[in-house]
């Protein structure tokens, strides 16, 4: 797929960027045996990793905005363009050698998200979109699960860190849906959840609270997969909730249906 210039953009740049990050990450698997385990080296990972993508972008599109987990707001020149980037979704499992992160990088304009990119350079799987443009991991075009039944699905979800507040809420999501479904998973990076859920791997993940970073490039993915996406509050805004539902179309109103029932 020849997708726009921005789109080619962001895959070079998220490609770049993780390339950094897979050498990282075998210094990481190394250091899981120090007393002091790899916390600031990951930290320094992340910095860095932001810092490619940051003078990547900015230096091709200069009039841009920025939000970047760890950078924070910058405005740009021109209003209506925001890049909304995750240097490494999926931070824990980094920290702990598990090769499950990915590089997000979403582009946004009016308020509305118009390309996504998701690199998985662990296992070399580059997932993207743009509006209009359908959806790719790689050279393969994704469309979401076609299952219907919530007994034959199998859903992934964000569970909060011990102490956060929707902790009990998201214990009583799992009563609710474990007994219906085939299953449940917590593979700890939402940008990922929501790229499986575009390629059809399973066929929903929700996250009560969830940071705009984590899944800008996969909200567009998942929609130009055929999927669809709305906030865990009916009649919310996703990020301003800073909670998400997507799934395959087909099993949004019976999974919505119990989240909502919480
Ligand atoms: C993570 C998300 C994950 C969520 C974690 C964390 P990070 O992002 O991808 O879904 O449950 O709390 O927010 O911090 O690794 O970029």
Redesign the pocket.
């Known amino acids: 797929m020849q997708g726009t210039a921005n789109l080619n953009l962001m895959i070079k740049t998220a490609r770049k960027a993780g390339r950094a990050l897979v050498k990282d990450f075998r210094e990481v698997e190394n250091l899981q045996v120090s007393s002091k385990g790899p916390g600031d080296f990951v930290t320094r990972a992340d910095r860095e990793a932001e810092q490619i993508i940051k003078e990547d972008l900015q230096a091709a599109r200069p009039s841009y905005g920025w939000l970047g987990?760890e950078t924070g707001e910058e405005a740009g020149a021109d209003p209506t363009r925001r890049w909304i980037v995750?240097p490494?979704?999926?931070?824990?499992n980094f920290l702990h050698g598990m090769p499950h992160?990915a590089v997000s990088i979403a582009l946004e304009h009016k308020g509305e998200i118009i390309a996504g990119v998701i690199f998985d350079a662990a296992k070399d799987e580059m997932f993207f979109a743009e509006k209009g443009f359908g959806a790719f991991m790689n050279e393969t075009r994704l469309r979401v699960s076609g299952r219907r039944n919530m007994i034959e699905s199998v859903f992934a979800c964000?569970?909060?860190?011990a102490g956060k507040s929707t902790l009990p809420a998201t214990l009583k999501d799992f009563a609710k849906l474990m007994p219906v479904c085939a299953g449940v998973r917590r593979w700890?990076?939402?940008?990922l959840?929501l790229a499986y859920v575009a390629a059809g791997r399973y066929e929903g993940y929700w996250?009560r609270e969830?940071?705009p970073?984590?899944i800008a490039a996969g909200l567009v993915i998942v929609k130009e997969a055929g999927g669809f996406v709305g906030p865990v509050r009916e009649g919310r805004d996703i990020f301003e909730s800073k909670s998400v539902i997507a799934t395959n179309g087909e099993m949004f109103d019976p999974l919505a249906k119990i989240i909502r029932s919480v």
């Open positions: 987990e995750d490494l979704d999926g931070t824990t992160w964000g569970v909060p860190f700890g990076a939402a940008s959840d996250e969830i940071n970073w984590d």
